[in-house]
């Protein structure tokens, strides 16, 4: 009888250490990882697009709630694969998008809080039928409950995307609003060429000064309103007095700073869509191409 119960408590507790280890308390390591390499490659400016031609056209792919449901995810997210994605062997582009702070949500406590994702951006784009770039890539939404977007944070989750996605990684690009342009800010920052990225698109975002070096490694393209109250473009931190000194730094190339006249916190919308181009200030730099073929001219090297 003894022993029955000791069986019976045993179970027991270790039913409940099983749920406790369930909860995704930090990002879980990817069985893939020891095989991702990352090396510190030259970027390479590629305006024909030259591995980009043989992609079939995307005519529509699958856009996935992915909740957190497994420790081997390591953030709840969206992930969009093109159309033919499943039925060719090719490797895709990859674009990574940071929400802002109104997004962050615990899909592991609540699925339905990964919509909020769907707000703005790519996946809102894709969402509602209007996503449509000159090439096909993989969009990656993934989405934090609470804090900043953290340098490792991303790196864990883009290393887990390579781990179970076809994925061309000289071609990694990552974008954010908000919360997420400083997130975007944050990731070249600290990894520079030696992280995955090959070229960043902040948008409304606060930089750090201090980073001027690792963040002129790296192509980037800001965007920012005049008249932001919630993230001036012009403080410190702000898109345009960290772009001046970058470009003061002799970076590896020039950045480059958008700024809408007459627009606040939200310069994102045309911004991803394209609709703010001939509507930028003359004084920055001018709109005049899509920023997702801007971000394709450039690749790191194989």
Sequence with gaps: MKNKRFIILFMVALISCSKDDQKPTAP????????????????????????????PKDTGGQHTANPISSLLSPLGHYIYTPSGYDNNDHS????????????????????????????????FMINSSQWDPKFPCIVASPQIGSGNWSPSLVDGFIRHLLGNYRIN????????????????????GQKGNEGFVS?????????????IDKLSTVPIWAFHGAEDNIISAFNQNGSVPMVEEINQNNPVFTAKVTIYPNVGHDSWTQT???????AESTDYS?????????MFQYRKEK
């Design 28 to 55: 879980a390591s990817d069985p893939n990882d020891d095989e991702i390499v990352v090396e510190t490659q030259s970027i390479l400016f590629d305006p024909e697009f030259t591995d980009l031609m043989d992609l």
């Design 92 to 123: 895709y582009p990859l674009l990574v998008f940071l929400h802002g702070g109104g997004q962050r949500g615990n899909s592991f406590e609540n699925a339905n809080d990964l919509e909020k994702v769907l707000a703005h951006g790519p996946p």
């Design 169 to 188: 990684k000289t071609r990694i690009y990552l974008t954010g609003l908000s919360l997420g342009g400083r997130g975007t800010w944050s990731y070249i």
């Design 199 to 211: 070229a960043i698109v902040p948008i409304c975002g606060s930089g750090d000064p201090s980073q």
């Design 272 to 278: 991803y869509s394209g609709s703010g181009m001939g």
């Design 286 to 294: 001018v709109f005049n191409m899509s920023i997702y073929n801007w």
